[in-house]
């Protein structure tokens, strides 16, 4: 059993910053990969980006650049630094580790 929970959403201006947090209640190091996915309104929950346990990461193509994601393994904490913002970015963005656990998610509205 694993519990993650996410915070750092909030509003946005375009070209903006925003760092999301996932806290995760035992060690990250027991997952493969943690990921951030989000998800707009009318649309299907899509990855953003992820990193491994050897901190190897990947990025959705529409974040490529603009987001960095980053893990605290004395922390188990998961971070998504997002810069750039764009009204495409709103969505609510949710924790994942090892595809099966899920945090409750946290809202990113980007407003211009």
């Known amino acids: 059993q694993v519990q993650l929970v996410e915070s750092g959403g909030g509003l946005a201006q375009t070209g903006g910053s925003l760092r999301l947090s996932c806290a995760v209640s035992r060690s990250i190091l027991d997952f493969t990969l943690m990921g951030w996915y989000r998800q707009a309104p009318g649309k299907q929950r899509e990855l953003v980006a992820r990193?491994?346990?050897?901190?190897?990461?990947n990025y959705a193509g529409s974040v490529e650049g603009r987001f960095t994601i980053s893990r605290d393994n004395a922390q188990n904490t998961v971070y998504l630094q997002m810069n750039s913002l764009k009204a495409e970015d709103t969505a609510v963005y949710y924790c994942n580790a090892d595809i099966r656990n899920w945090g409750q998610g946290t809202l990113v509205t980007v407003s211009s």
């Open positions: 990193i491994s346990r050897a901190g190897i990461t």
